[in-house]
């Protein structure tokens, strides 16, 4: 008997579809994430709009795939980004390098002025404009 339920389980789990590849989710940025194009620098330089700027000690860089990349390996690349600033000094702290399909999602403020001027839709991921 034990082997009849040995060989419907093989059987089974041998014409059993595959798990369906894990679905990406949509990532969740924080209220004081801005938007942003950087070009990354000798760590830990970067380009910030334009403007020279720092990453923070410790900070960390997400990839589209939102696993942690290594701000060496992106020497001499631009990218559409989400960031955060650490408050007290101003350096950049956490930065997501965006998917088409999220650099799509408009408007996203660009300054802190702009962040405290408009409405924040956390569940939607939008801003909306006053």
Same mark, same amino acid.
């Given at each position: 008997m034990y082997?009849?339920?040995l060989a419907a389980a093989v059987l089974a789990?041998?014409?059993a579809p595959t798990a369906a590849p894990a679905q990406t989710q949509a990532r969740q940025f924080p209220q004081d994430a801005l938007r942003g194009t950087i070009t990354f620098g000798a760590p830990p330089v970067i380009a910030l709009d334009g403007k020279v700027a720092r990453l923070?000690?410790?900070g960390r860089i997400r990839g589209m795939?939102?696993? %942690?990349v290594m701000s060496g390996t992106l020497v001499d690349r631009k990218a559409v980004v989400n960031y955060t600033l650490e408050d007290?000094?101003? %350096?950049?702290q956490d930065?997501?390098? %965006?998917?088409?399909?999220?650099?799509k999602?408009?408007?996203?403020?660009?300054?802190?002025?702009?962040?405290?001027a408009w409405t924040f839709v956390p569940a939607a991921q939008t801003w909306i404009k006053p």
């Open positions: 082997r009849c339920f789990a041998a014409i923070a000690p410790g795939d939102n696993m %942690l007290t000094t101003g %350096l950049v930065v997501w390098i %965006l998917t088409p399909a999220e650099i999602k408009q408007p996203w403020p660009t300054t802190r002025a702009q962040a405290a």
